[in-house]
């Protein structure tokens, strides 16, 4: 497997991204939505992980215009009122991907992937990233074929342009692992986020993580949880091999 650092080009300017792909031959994609921690040896870790299965992975720096990663200091984990503290340095930052902004970066991460593998693509996120997922997603309908989201946040909300209202915009196979000890996806707007994509004919499936947290699958998050983390990657490549059928490396 091979892995380095690369920068590919947006509307905006230029998104510095993490790639990790298998050594030979031809691989589905998968492109990786971070958390609001942003880029960091943790998503590396991971990304190196779904490769290692064969697959292209594409985790780009979503804050880009904030500079290249890591954009913040991270909080000590160990420090509630740290985490408190970065959380609202990384509102502005977050506020500031609309749907357009979304759908304009989205399409050039999967530019990107287009030029390494063949057919369309899979995308994971992570907190906002299954948010900001979903908003890939729906812009580019035709190119994705699979959407999971892990401990999602976001998801479904009172205003107008909340992620769930644009579920018949998706073409793709959908997954959510939710935590059940998440204040920001609670029981209602889970039935509710399952109540969109029933309405509009997507397949997928919900599953309910006993006793995880937000934020169960980063090991340098004080909510990381082994088992919850071991049993959304046994998800996830499942749900990769149903869309993608994927080549072992």
């Not at 009122?81 to 609202?88: D, K, T």
């Not at 509102?91 to 999967?110: C, F, H, I, K």
């Not at 995880?212 to 088992?227: I, K, L, P």
Request: charged content about 25%; overall charge negative; proline content about 7%.
């Amino acid at each position: 497997m091979q892995s380095k650092t690369i920068e590919l080009r947006t509307a905006d300017g230029v998104a510095d991204a993490y790639l990790a792909h298998p050594d030979d031959g031809e691989h589905p994609a998968v492109l990786f939505i971070m958390d609001a921690f942003g880029l960091r040896p943790r998503i590396e870790e991971m990304a190196d992980r779904i490769a290692e299965r064969g697959y292209v992975v594409l985790a780009p720096n979503v804050f880009y215009r904030a500079g290249r990663a890591p954009a913040l200091d991270l909080p000590d984990p160990g420090d509630p009122g740290a985490r408190s503290s970065f959380m609202q340095k990384v509102r502005p930052l977050s506020e500031q991907l609309t749907r357009d902004r979304l759908a304009s970066d989205g399409g050039a991460y999967l530019d990107y992937l287009a030029q390494l593998a063949p057919g369309p693509v899979a995308i994971t996120g992570y907190c906002m990233g299954a948010r900001l997922g979903w908003g890939i997603a729906a812009a580019h309908p035709d190119r994705v074929a699979a959407l999971a989201g892990f401990h999602g946040g976001g998801l479904v909300t009172d205003a107008p342009d909340s992620p769930h209202r644009s579920a018949g915009h998706l073409n793709a196979e959908v997954y959510f692992g939710h935590a059940d000890e998440d204040p920001g996806m609670a029981p209602e707007q889970i039935a509710a986020l399952d109540r969109a994509l029933d309405e509009a004919a997507v397949r997928h499936l919900t599953e309910v993580y006993e006793g995880a947290r937000h934020g169960y699958t980063m090991a340098d998050h004080r909510a990381w949880n082994e088992a919850a983390c071991e049993r959304h990657f046994d998800a996830l490549f499942a749900l990769l091999e149903r869309s993608l059928e994927a080549r072992p490396a």
